[in-house]
Nanobody, 125 residues
């Protein structure tokens, strides 16, 4: 079973930047999509961003479009989420996920087959 190691979370002031990473134990090019989701206390897990197998296609939630960038390095089996202009409402646990299906980018949690353990991102005002 694939394992994930997420890192890079932490605390930052509003307007700051963070980059979270997700390293996997398997070759991630075997997965069609890699995605990032987040879950704030008392809220459902929500889609943040997704990227296709070789990075040619990406998708973003409207709330992060223009501020966050997803990328992947298949040689390093790692997916990244660069987060700029952070807002307090971005505070959440961020999860990376892998999708086996080649039927397009997944934007729903049910579209994904494997999940990381999450990393906390806290944005203070």
């Amino acid at each position: 079973q694939v394992q994930f190691l997420e890192s890079g979370g932490g605390q930052v002031q509003a307007g700051g930047s963070l980059r979270v990473s997700c390293a996997t134990s398997e070759r991630i090019y075997s997965y069609y999509s890699m995605g990032w989701f987040r879950q704030a206390p008392g809220k459902e897990r929500e889609f943040v961003a997704a990227i296709s197998r070789y990075g040619g296609s990406t998708a973003y939630a409207d709330s992060v479009k223009g501020r966050f960038t997803i990328s992947r390095d298949n040689a390093k089996n790692t997916v990244y989420l660069q987060m700029n202009s952070l807002k307090p409402e971005d505070t959440a646990v961020y999860y990376c996920a892998a999708r086996i299906s080649n039927l397009g980018l997944g934007i729903k949690a049910d579209d994904y087959n494997a999940w990381g353990q999450g990393t906390q991102v806290t944005v203070s005002s």
